[in-house]
């Protein structure tokens, strides 16, 4: 074999091989298929979930995976409604299509921590409307009437005659019968799979291999390309000369595209060694000239002149407030995501057909950039959804799907665009910078008045402009007008800072930065009262029970006032996203004049949890993401260039330096919430507020490494 043959898939499936204990077969007595079926054909009730003869249950996710365990969650939704055995569950991702939506967005779209949220009724409708008739299969079969029969893990029983038939015997008579309408739905005491800690249903192909990650695909005839772009956001091909990217070996073609010009070669090495060779004359247009320090000046002066500023809520009088004022701005940095998987997509684009294969989180969208490109009908545009090695919202845009369809075009064969980490972190739709005001009252230690002004670019603006507020993006103001706190006297404002730098959604959007300044200020003002920030906060939250549910549980079990031992202070913070609450504590120490995180407390209130360990899981990586944001995630320009390239000076926390996450959760019988991006938003402010009490120094802005060491 090749060296270059082998894969990352590859090699894992040789390893599997040779270890002969990843790959397991599952032999259930009394659940094989039944000899009375008269049909190879699953039983597809909807277009969720398909039975076969064999007992496997298929359920269609019509959600992207990509770490956060909806490839599990959403048939687990299923299954517990199916009474279906778990251990005989499988999934397939649902293509591009209308059957598929989410019925919240309108589109299939994943993000905002709303999986489970949106899809609860629709999967639980669906797994007991299947269940409904395969007991009616049943029934039919014995000559009974359904309700003298139960199911339980796959099987149909009939107690009376000790009579059986797996779901598997029955897919044929079912498939005949009549889909029932209004089918009562379970109680939440009689979920049996749905709060339980079962295995991941993508582990075993990301152990064996068999898992296809965009970067994965392989296409027969298929091409590589590496893209050169513009240095300057909005800069232009003056123009170019192909010659010395043609000279490398591999390189079969060189040609220019609307992002920039695309090396096209027999392997990605090959690729990027052309882009590398290119000689490119750049008109750097409109943005050669802009640099952090001038944008957040920028953004200053528009705090200071209200220049452009609309209400986004108002209540009270925050102008006739009396009593101690404090006051406070905060200055947030550009961030990339960085997802594990950098950014890819591979395209066949021919005569009467175009397939896309991607990594991507909206698929409506991906496929609506194949028909502009290629004018063919949106039926005729394949979107395959691979496996995402991390989203983070970048993948909700889809201007990599766009370079392939456009280079697959040009040449006239299937072709991979790969991007390299570089390409990465200097083309992104970045977490917007911001520039956040806040003024507050306070009146025999009560805060009797909140004003919060944010000067950010709106990414919404251009994604939905249709949900734009009376013109304000409230998506710009998560955790600024929905924070858990009741304050009578209350004024949130925004300014849209348009500046010519492409912003998008970044894990837990805009309540990521407003929380960190909520709850950093909110800490600063329980201090000037002279009070505990947890009694403080606990006062504020009169309306907000869940809130106060989730921070009195953390601080329990942190030992919230207790001593964590020497040079040690915590902090905390609560926050509300995607219907959640969760509130942090962190116990934090100084090190060389930085945060040092000995342990983290979570607690957590997101309704129904479908699987405890899914959710501490993304309780636990969404602390870590926010933490390497808080220490030294940011984004610089210099002449309109992004000055960071790689991991060496984009720094994200290594192993070493993460600390124990312990997870709380509170339980629920309410719908399911968000969970894959609460936790993100308040672990920043939780070691900033730890940090005050260390240092007695307020952190204003981010990173801690600016911070702490300007």
């Given at each position: 074999?090749?060296?270059?043959?082998?894969?990352?898939?590859?090699?894992?499936?040789?390893?599997?091989?040779?270890?002969?204990?990843?790959?397991?077969?599952?032999?259930?007595?009394?659940?094989?298929?039944?000899?009375?079926?008269?049909?190879?054909?699953?039983?597809?009730?909807?277009?969720?979930?398909?039975i076969?003869?064999?007992?496997?249950?298929?359920?269609?996710?019509?959600?992207?995976?990509?770490?956060?365990?909806?490839?599990?969650?959403?048939?687990?939704?299923?299954?517990?409604?199916?009474?279906?055995d778990?251990?005989?569950?499988?999934?397939?991702?649902?293509?591009?299509?209308?059957?598929?939506?989410?019925?919240?967005?309108?589109?299939?779209?994943?993000?905002?921590?709303?999986?489970?949220?949106?899809?609860?009724?629709p999967?639980?409708?669906?797994?007991?409307?299947?269940?409904?008739m395969?007991?009616a299969?049943?029934?039919?079969?014995?000559?009974?009437?359904?309700s003298?029969?139960?199911?339980?893990?796959?099987?149909?029983y009939?107690?009376?005659?000790?009579?059986?038939?797996s779901?598997?015997?029955?897919?044929?008579?079912?498939?005949?019968?009549?889909?029932?309408?209004?089918?009562p739905?379970?109680?939440?005491?009689?979920?049996?799979?749905?709060?339980?800690?079962?295995?991941?249903?993508?582990?075993?192909?990301?152990?064996?291999?068999?898992?296809?990650?965009?970067?994965?695909?392989?296409?027969?005839?298929?091409?590589?390309?590496?893209?050169?772009?513009?240095?300057?956001?909005?800069g232009?091909?003056?123009?170019?000369?192909?010659?010395?990217?043609?000279?490398?070996?591999?390189?079969?073609?060189?040609?220019?595209?609307?992002?920039?010009?695309a090396?096209?070669?027999?392997?990605?090495?090959?690729?990027?060694?052309?882009k590398?060779?290119?000689?490119?004359?750049?008109?750097?247009?409109?943005?050669?000239?802009?640099?952090?320090?001038?944008?957040?000046a920028e953004?200053?002066?528009?705090?200071?002149?209200?220049r452009?500023?609309?209400?986004?809520l108002?209540?009270?009088?925050?102008?006739?407030?009396?009593?101690?004022v404090?006051?406070?701005?905060?200055?947030?940095?550009?961030?990339?995501?960085t997802?594990?998987?950098?950014?890819?997509?591979?395209?066949?684009?021919?005569?009467?057909?175009?397939?896309?294969?991607?990594?991507?989180?909206v698929?409506?969208?991906?496929?609506?950039?194949?028909?502009?490109?290629?004018?063919?009908p949106?039926?005729?545009?394949?979107?395959?959804?691979?496996?995402?090695?991390?989203?983070?919202?970048?993948?909700?845009?889809?201007?990599?799907?766009?370079?392939a369809?456009?280079?697959s075009?040009?040449?006239?064969?299937?072709?991979k665009?790969?991007?390299?980490?570089e390409?990465?972190?200097?083309?992104?739709?970045?977490?917007?910078m911001?520039?956040?005001?806040?003024?507050?009252?306070?009146?025999?230690?009560?805060?009797?008045?909140?004003?919060?002004?944010?000067?950010?670019?709106?990414?919404?603006?251009?994604?939905?402009?249709?949900?734009?507020?009376?013109?304000?993006?409230?998506?710009?103001?998560?955790?600024?007008?929905?924070?858990?706190?009741?304050?009578?006297?209350?004024?949130?404002?925004?300014?849209?800072?348009?500046?010519?730098?492409?912003?998008?959604?970044?894990?837990?959007?805009?309540?990521?930065?407003n929380?960190?300044?909520t709850?950093?200020?909110?800490?600063?003002?329980?201090?000037?009262?002279?009070?505990?920030?947890?009694?403080?906060?606990?006062?504020?939250?009169?309306?907000?029970p869940?809130?106060?549910?989730?921070?009195?549980?953390?601080?329990?079990?942190?030992?919230?006032?207790?001593?964590?031992?020497?040079?040690?202070?915590?902090?905390?913070?609560?926050?509300?996203?995607?219907?959640?609450?969760?509130?942090?504590?962190?116990?934090v120490?100084?090190v060389?004049?930085?945060?040092?995180?000995?342990?983290?407390?979570?607690?957590?209130?997101?309704?129904?949890?479908?699987?405890?360990?899914?959710?501490?899981?993304?309780?636990?990586?969404?602390?870590i993401?926010?933490?390497?944001?808080?220490?030294?995630?940011?984004?610089?320009?210099?002449?309109?260039?992004?000055?960071?390239?790689?991991?060496?000076?984009?720094?994200?926390?290594?192993?070493?330096?993460?600390?124990?996450?312990?997870?709380?959760?509170?339980?629920?019988?309410?719908?399911?919430?968000?969970?894959?991006?609460?936790?993100t938003?308040?672990?920043?402010?939780?070691v900033?507020n730890?940090?005050?009490?260390l240092?007695?120094?307020?952190?204003?802005?981010?990173?801690?490494?600016?911070?702490?060491?300007?």
């Amino acid at each position: 074999m090749e060296l270059d043959a082998l894969d990352r898939g590859g090699f894992l499936r040789l390893a599997g091989t040779l270890g002969a204990g990843l790959v397991f077969a599952v032999y259930l007595p009394g659940c094989g298929r039944s000899s009375t079926s008269s049909s190879s054909a699953p039983f597809a009730p909807n277009a969720w979930v398909r039975i076969a003869p064999d007992n496997t249950v298929t359920v269609v996710v019509n959600k992207s995976e990509m770490g956060q365990g909806v490839a599990t969650g959403l048939p687990t939704i299923v299954a517990d409604e199916l009474d279906a055995d778990p251990n005989l569950l499988k999934f397939e991702f649902a293509p591009a299509d209308q059957q598929y939506i989410d019925p919240v967005y309108g589109a299939m779209i994943t993000g905002g921590s709303t999986s489970v949220k949106d899809m609860w009724m629709p999967l639980r409708t669906a797994g007991a409307t299947a269940r409904a008739m395969l007991i009616a299969a049943a029934a039919q079969q014995w000559s009974l009437d359904p309700s003298a029969c139960t199911a339980k893990n796959g099987v149909v029983y009939h107690s009376a005659s000790n009579r059986t038939a797996s779901y598997g015997s029955l897919t044929a008579i079912a498939s005949g019968l009549k889909v029932p309408t209004n089918v009562p739905l379970k109680r939440p005491d009689q979920f049996t799979i749905i709060g339980q800690q079962h295995q991941r249903l993508d582990i075993p192909q990301k152990l064996n291999g068999t898992a296809e990650y965009g970067i994965d695909v392989r296409v027969p005839g298929m091409l590589y390309a590496a893209i050169a772009r513009s240095p300057v956001f909005g800069g232009k091909v003056k123009s170019f000369d192909p010659k010395a990217a043609k000279a490398v070996a591999g390189v079969v073609d060189v040609v220019q595209v609307s992002n920039g010009v695309a090396v096209v070669a027999k392997n990605t090495w090959s690729a990027f060694q052309g882009k590398n060779a290119l000689q490119i004359d750049w008109d750097d247009g409109p943005n050669a000239n802009l640099t952090t320090e001038a944008l957040f000046a920028e953004a200053e002066e528009l705090a200071r002149t209200h220049r452009g500023e609309l209400v986004a809520l108002s209540r009270g009088n925050t102008e006739t407030a009396k009593g101690t004022v404090v006051e406070a701005t905060y200055r947030g940095p550009f961030l990339a995501h960085t997802t594990m998987e950098p950014q890819n997509a591979t395209a066949d684009v021919r005569e009467d057909r175009c397939e896309v294969w991607a990594p991507n989180q909206v698929q409506q969208r991906s496929q609506q950039e194949a028909v502009n490109v290629t004018g063919l009908p949106l039926e005729k545009c394949v979107v395959h959804t691979t496996l995402l090695g991390g989203g983070f919202g970048r993948r909700l845009e889809s201007d990599y799907v766009r370079e392939a369809v456009e280079v697959s075009k040009a040449v006239k064969a299937p072709v991979k665009v790969m991007w390299t980490r570089e390409d990465d972190i200097q083309n992104e739709f970045y977490r917007p910078m911001s520039v956040n005001v806040v003024r507050g009252v306070l009146a025999n230690g009560t805060l009797t008045s909140l004003s919060h002004q944010v000067v950010s670019q709106s990414w919404l603006k251009r994604w939905h402009p249709q949900w734009l507020k009376n013109g304000v993006d409230m998506l710009s103001m998560a955790e600024a007008v929905d924070a858990p706190y009741y304050v009578p006297n209350f004024k949130a404002t925004f300014i849209d800072h348009e500046h010519g730098i492409p912003v998008g959604s970044w894990r837990a959007p805009d309540a990521n930065w407003n929380g960190f300044v909520t709850e950093s200020f909110i800490d600063e003002l329980a201090h000037a009262a002279g009070k505990d920030p947890l009694t403080f906060r606990l006062a504020l939250f009169e309306k907000t029970p869940r809130a106060a549910g989730v921070l009195r549980l953390a601080a329990e079990k942190a030992g919230w006032g207790k001593r964590q031992g020497a040079g040690i202070a915590q902090g905390l913070a609560v926050v509300f996203w995607g219907g959640s609450y969760a509130a942090l504590v962190a116990d934090v120490s100084m090190v060389n004049n930085m945060p040092k995180v000995h342990r983290v407390v979570a607690a957590v209130d997101c309704g129904t949890v479908i699987n405890p360990r899914i959710v501490e899981q993304q309780a636990q990586s969404a602390v870590i993401y926010g933490l390497s944001a808080a220490l030294t995630n940011k984004i610089t320009l210099e002449r309109g260039r992004v000055q960071q390239h790689n991991f060496y000076d984009y720094l994200s926390l290594r192993l070493a330096d993460s600390p124990p996450i312990d997870v709380y959760v509170v339980p629920s019988k309410e719908s399911p919430t968000g969970v894959g991006e609460l936790c993100t938003p308040p672990i920043a402010p939780a070691v900033a507020n730890a940090v005050f009490t260390l240092t007695g120094k307020r952190v204003r802005q981010l990173p801690f490494s600016d911070a702490l060491r300007a």
